[in-house]
């Protein structure tokens, strides 16, 4: 009766162990370890004997337990801080997709993989994780997540709140800059009265491009006008832009929505409210959705190039780990804005 995998499906395959190849190669176990591991000394023709019964059996080495021989599993944790207090997933937002889908990329093309975290873990969650690293996207104001890996000497990619901090690596954007291009873009275009719909978690970059917009009202003479949404995802964004629509006596000309929502949904609750894109209120959207270059009118946004801080962020990473330096690093990675019809009235196009 052949084997089965003790506990296992009685019709699965027995696995092939070390020692059925070298019974069938006719070699010992340790030779036919070494010729599989390109080791040891021996003849070019007694390791293809190796080879070549491993072949025939379709054996496959245990790649965690060689790995953990060798000191590392080549797994990367990581979590997403600005989705900590929310029980949706944050793969729902095109920025947070196109983030995770480019780290776990650039993970694997040098050979690690991506263990997803709950925002809200301790290190009763993942202690007994053969971590190499982690990482924690857009982090919230003394993010315990990040300070538990710290603790533990995990080394960290994440943004620039840990800047210089032993172990850490961070890759942000330029925050102030990327606000003043929009803001200057809608001011250039004619509008004065610019208000801003912003998400209302505590992050880094959240609470700067609420400062920078209090600033550059400051230096132009403008009333700043400022909506918080009552958490992440398409629904609140939307309910923050109609509530600031609605406000009595505000009358904004542009409008800047940081919080992350569909810009056919935003364009939808912008003619609800009576209003009209570009003819009476101009529009920018901070957005990775590909649909903002389909509506009518096309919607301009605000991109964080969320590939190049992933890009950025597993080179810093991978080469702290490869030379086992604790010595802080970190990049700053340019925004893109693409202008469209929302943005131009129709007679300065």
């Known amino acids: 009766m052949p ?26 176990k340790t030779t036919v370890s070494a010729a599989l591991n390109g080791t040891g000394r021996m003849s070019d023709a007694v390791r293809e004997q190796a080879r070549e019964a491993a072949r025939r059996l379709g054996y496959r080495p245990n790649a965690t337990a060689r790995l953990l021989r060798a000191g590392h599993a080549r797994l990367i944790g990581y979590a997403v801080g600005e989705f900590a207090r ?34 809200r873990c301790g290190p009763e969650e993942w202690a007994d994780l053969p971590l190499d690293a982690a990482i924690v996207a857009d982090p919230l104001d003394d993010d315990p997540l990040v300070e538990d890996f710290i603790a533990a000497r995990i080394p960290l990619f994440t ?19 990327a606000v003043r291009e929009v803001l200057d873009h809608l001011r250039a275009q004619g509008a004065r009265h610019i208000a801003v719909a912003l ?15 209090r600033r550059w009202c400051a230096e132009h003479g403008a009333v700043p006008g400022l909506v918080t949404t009552d958490g992440p995802g398409d629904g609140p964004a939307v309910a923050a ?4 629509l609605a406000a009595p006596g505000n009358r904004p000309d542009a409008l800047f929505v940081l919080a992350e929502a569909s ?39 605000l991109s964080l190039q969320p590939a190049l801080v992933a890009e950025k962020g597993i080179e810093l990473l991978l080469a702290a ?10 990049a700053v990675v340019p925004t893109r804005l693409n202008i469209r019809d929302s943005s131009l009235p129709r007679q300065g196009r």
Do not use: K, N
């Not at 995998?5 to 069938?24: F, K």
């Not at 780990?321 to 970190?330: A, Q």
């Open 321 to 330: 780990l490869e030379s086992g330096s604790r010595e802080p690093t970190g």
């Open 86 to 119: 929310e029980p949706g997933s944050y793969m729902v937002s095109p920025y947070f997709a196109r983030l995770t889908s480019a780290t776990a990329t650039a993970a694997l093309q040098h050979g690690y993989a991506l263990v997803l975290l709950p925002a």
């Open 199 to 213: 998400p209302g978690t505590a992050t880094r970059f959240h609470t700067a491009v609420a400062d920078t917009y």
């Open 263 to 301: 810009p056919p949904l935003v364009l939808d609750a912008i003619r609800r409210a009576g209003r009209s894109v570009p003819d009476d209120l101009l529009l920018v959207c901070a957005s990775e959705d590909t649909s903002a270059a389909h509506t009518h009118p096309p919607v301009s946004t």
């Open 241 to 244: 832009v109609e509530r600031l």
């Open 3 to 28: 084997d089965t995998p003790r506990g296992g499906d009685p019709a699965a395959p027995a696995r092939i162990r070390l020692v059925d190849v070298a019974r069938e190669a006719g070699l010992s």
């Open 159 to 177: 943004d620039r709140s840990v800047e210089g901090r032993p172990g850490t690596h961070w890759v942000d954007v330029d925050a102030d800059g």
